[in-house]
């Protein structure tokens, strides 16, 4: 246990938090304090860097003038009077002395200035002394005068060079200045001791800033471990918890923090501090530290409830190990606290559950018993201690069947009848007769564990049923036998049905054939008169108006104008008749769309406002902005028209009153159209619709017409999917209503429901 409690972080985790600002100070100032005194020493280095290449180059000034000075008088000394050539030249130069040329070049020109020889010969020689010195510089011009000289070469290269006049030519010394370092003696210089200097020390402060990011490293590797291992009690739903016994205090780890629901405040907890959290009914740490003082206590494992932040309690189990500190000794109280609320839980969830289960068994109408796969008991209900005159102190939980058996009275069985069961190896089904006359049913069913499960049910009623069923079915043998003997009769009385359907289909067919002829006729006659009687309307409208002349006497005028009115009456009538005709056989089609309700019903006022003036009738409308339904503009305008024209015909001449109004009724538009006429009788109402079909022969005789107008509108009506209603009342008036859909999704899916009127008849 103290080996998990330290790998897991649990006793240097309160040292880490008080090493961690003094640590981190250090690794911040240390590598601050390497930089300032590398800072401070850079321009001491820089400057002893310079003052060593100007000395270098001043004793290369020096050094040149001597080397061509010596090399001067060896070539004189060779060639005597004659000029100097090659071989006096390469002489010369192999008599100087060891590092005369060890960051230089001699070369030999002729009196035109080629240069014919040069020393070291290895690399590219130029061909004349202007090609390397600068003809204008004072060196070139003053040559033996101007002595060594720090010149910029031809090819821009900072170097020392020095020229002398020789017999016959003139020789020359080029040292590059950023060879002289390399060509100096060996030794250290100043420089180059501050820049060693310089450099151990950076290394200091590198070895310095190595230790330090390793620190770092190393704290980060132990935070995120500890973090890991916080995640991981977090996520186990347990904690980390250190006893301090002989200081009375507790640490626990953030993760034992979180399961409560507490933040940290300090270090540690007080003894008080976590006392005060047990529940009181699970005991106290008091009782505990003085049984592990006494040396009583070596491991603990204890379940406990603890308050949590928010107040509630927390099922805890604690398990830990008594452990001595090596440093100092004292005795501490290590492990670990696991939640086991859902433990708990489950148990009080399993102990409800099983008591249901008892109740339920101990409910049931039926004889109930368990045995496990050694026979022994299990549980049983009162039912099954009943039925072997068991008492309840003898059932007892692990008795063995033969125990059981033996401490009852088995009853008296009569007769028993086996059943084959097919639920698998053990299970059968025995129905008994007692000898008091009742029936039972056992079913035994073997369980998955080896054991098996009886239920007797009481089936006495079901047996008395099945006996009247047996003596019900004997009657019904009788009866069939009886029906049998009516079956001849039945299949004659079959026969001669299917003829009279036959004739019946015969006729039907007979029937449609006259009517399409009826219709085909109707429709050729009003075809052929529709001809003759335009001319005789058109001839006697141009008499009434006296277009070719007066014709005399007035009443000729008052004549035509009867024809006319009377030509008109009988062209209504024919195109009535064409229409109906058309439906009925099937040759109108639709062509709906959107349609301003609005507009027409303006557009079917419009058409009977002169006879509505005439007849002296008022026409009240009252609709503004209804919206759009999905009709046919000519057909909704038909059937609003036939309707209107027959409420201003019965509407009562001089005061009659016709009232339009439309409402929106979820997915139709309903339109009302009101009069206050005389009325309809309710024995009338189921003719209405009717083609050629008038309400009563006193109105055919009052008002002319064909009975057409509102078969005409309720087709075209119907042909939009809507409805067409009337309710009527004799002496009140009546109101019909159109129900046109919105659209013609909702005119295929709905089926038609009229909206409810005031009056109690009505005919669709």
């Known amino acids: 246990m103290h080996e998990i409690a330290s790998r897991s972080g649990l006793a240097i985790a309160p040292l880490l938090r008080r090493i961690a600002p003094s640590t981190l100070k250090l690794e911040y100032v240390t590598p601050a304090l390497v930089a300032g005194i590398l800072l401070a020493l850079v321009p001491a280095a820089l400057s002893a860097l310079r003052a060593d290449r100007d000395a270098a180059i001043e004793d290369g000034l020096v050094q040149s003038e001597l080397t061509l000075a010596l090399l001067a008088q060896e070539i004189a000394r060779a060639a005597g009077s004659g000029p100097a050539e090659t071989a006096h030249f390469q002489a010369a130069a192999r008599r100087l002395p060891a590092g005369a040329l060890s960051a230089g070049r001699l070369f030999l020109t002729d009196d035109a200035g080629r240069v014919v020889a040069a020393v070291p010969s290895g690399a590219a020689m130029p061909a004349h002394i202007g090609d390397l010195l600068d003809e204008e510089q004072p060196l070139a011009i003053l040559a033996d005068q101007a002595g060594a000289m720090r010149i910029r070469l031809q090819d821009g290269t900072d170097a020392l060079a020095a020229l002398r006049n020789v017999r016959g030519g003139q020789v020359a010394i080029v040292k590059p200045v950023a060879e002289l370092a390399a060509a100096r003696e060996p030794g250290l210089p100043p420089s180059a001791a501050a820049a060693a200097f310089i450099l151990a020390f950076a290394a200091l402060g590198g070895a310095c800033l190595a230790h330090a990011r390793g620190a770092r490293v190393a704290r980060a590797a132990c935070s995120r471990m500890q973090r890991r291992v916080d995640t991981s009690l977090a996520r186990g739903r347990c904690g980390l918890w250190d006893w301090d016994i002989s200081r009375g205090r507790i640490y626990w780890s953030s993760s034992l923090y979180g399961l409560l629901g507490y933040q940290r405040r300090d270090e540690y907890l007080s003894f008080g501090e976590v006392n005060g959290m047990i529940h009181p009914d699970d005991g106290n740490l008091f009782e505990l530290a003085k049984r592990i003082a006494s040396a009583g206590v070596r491991h603990l494992d204890h379940d406990f409830r603890m308050r949590t932040a928010e107040g509630g309690w927390l099922w805890l189990r604690a398990r830990a190990e008594v452990v001595t500190d090596p440093e100092d000794g004292g005795r501490h109280l290590v492990g670990i606290a696991v939640d086991i609320s859902d433990e708990r839980g489950f148990v009080e969830r399993s102990a409800k559950a099983d008591m249901r289960l008892r109740d339920a068994i101990e409910a049931i109408s039926e004889a109930f018993v368990l045995w496990d796969s050694e026979n022994r008991l299990v549980l049983c209900n009162s039912k099954f201690r009943k039925f072997h005159d068991l008492s309840p102190e003898a059932v007892v939980p692990g008795a063995t069947y033969a125990e059981i058996i033996a401490a009852g009275r088995p009853p008296r069985i009569t007769s028993h009848v086996t059943h084959e069961c097919t639920d698998g190896a053990g299970a059968r089904t025995l129905e008994v007769q007692l000898s008091d006359g009742r029936w039972l049913q056992i079913n035994e ?320």
């Not at 001669?496 to 006259?514: G, I, N, P, S």
């Not at 008109?568 to 709906?592: C, F, K, M, Q, Y």
């Not at 503004?624 to 015909?649: C, M, P, W, Y």
Request: overall charge neutral; some cysteine; proline content about 4%.
């Open 445 to 764: 069913r073997r369980t998955k564990d080896g054991g098996y499960v009886s239920v007797g049910t009481d089936i006495t009623a079901l047996k008395r049923h099945e006996e009247k069923l047996r003596e019900s079915e004997r009657r019904l043998l009788g009866t069939v036998s009886d029906l049998k003997r009516s079956r001849e009769t039945l299949q004659l009385q079959a026969q001669q049905l299917a003829d009279l359907a036959e004739r019946y289909h015969e006729q039907k067919a007979q029937a449609e054939t006259a009517n399409r002829a009826k219709t085909d006729f109707l429709a050729k006659v009003s075809h052929e008169l529709r001809t003759p009687l335009n001319a005789v309307i058109g001839f006697a409208e141009v008499m009434q108006r006296e277009m070719f002349g007066p014709l005399g006497d007035e009443r000729y005028r008052d004549y035509a104008g009867h024809i006319r009115g009377s030509g008109l009456d009988l062209l209504a009538v024919i195109n009535d008749i064409l229409h109906i005709s058309r439906i009925e056989a099937g040759h109108v089609t639709l062509a709906t769309g959107p349609l301003d309700v609005g507009e027409a019903v303006r557009d079917a006022i419009a058409a009977v406002e002169e006879p509505a003036r005439q007849k002296g009738v008022t026409i009240d409308c009252a609709v503004r902005g209804q919206g759009f339904v999905q009709a046919d503009e000519r057909a909704l305008h038909d059937v609003l028209t036939q309707i209107l024209q027959n409420s201003v015909k019965f509407a009562p001449e001089g005061a009659g009153t016709i009232r339009v109004r439309v409402a929106r009724a979820g997915r139709v538009m309903n339109f009302f159209i009101e009069d206050d006429g005389p009325g309809i009788p309710r024995e009338f109402m189921p003719r209405l619709g009717r083609p050629f079909e008038q309400v009563e022969p006193e109105f055919n005789r009052a008002q002319r017409g064909t009975g057409l107008g509102l078969a005409i509108a309720k087709a075209l009506t119907r042909m939009h999917r809507g409805g067409l209603r009337i309710r009527s009342q004799v002496g009140v008036g009546t109101i019909v209503l159109v129900s046109i859909p919105l659209s013609e999704a909702e005119a295929a899916d709905r089926p038609f429901r009229p909206a409810a009127l005031p009056f109690l008849q009505a005919a669709e």
